[in-house]
């Protein structure tokens, strides 16, 4: 099997490197596509078949993954329309529906929404079919993305609400860090230490999250105890409303996944 990436940037560069470090496929199963030389170039170490043109890829490889930007998938899909007959296209564009790839394709379609955690192994994905994928498509793509980190299965109309929270997720997470980071030296920290300890509590308490099988509100508990430390920060963050900040951008995010929507 061969599977190519047509896109190389942040997502589909993070993408490609997952998927080789959790070992679920081999650097001479893949094929990246590209304007950028210099993303080409550095895919190229990993042993990687790299090319510029699209249409070849798409005639070579069985699965081919559409991570460009929105607005240049269908381009993408009119150029390689000739050979896509028999082929699973997994499109992680934002906003584009399965029905407008299909409109554009002979192959099969499947619309997934990761992030670029996949990187580390640690990514949060859904992914929705098109009206011709097959089950063996679903089981391919499925085994893929859970050699990543954690995938579902979801109705496509939800897909604009994963995007807002899984697939911006990450940033939201950043900015997080990022402002405890900075409150740590203010108090005296090293920005290293500060930023280390902030991003191991931040990974720290997604693992109790998903393996402790306590609801938010008892783990809270657990480390909010009455007088004391933790209560004082607790109500800055209620008198600031940032649950209604963080729940608002998730909408936003959303949002504009629709507005972006073809």
Known sequence: ????????????????KGLLNAGALRAEELVASDVSDEKLGELGKFGIETTTDSKKLVEHCDVIFIAVKPDVVESVLEETKEFSKGKLFVSVAAGVSTKFIEARTRGRVIRVMPNICGLVGEMASCFSLGTRASKEDEELIEKLLAAMGMTFKVDEKLMNVVTGLSGSGPAYFYFIVQALQEAGVELGLSSEIALKLAAQTAKGAGEVILREGKTLEELTGMVCTPKGTTIEGIKVLEERKVADALRDAVKAAARRAKELSR
């Open 1 to 16: 099997m061969k599977v190519g990436f047509i896109g190389c940037g942040n997502l589909g560069g993070s993408l490609i």
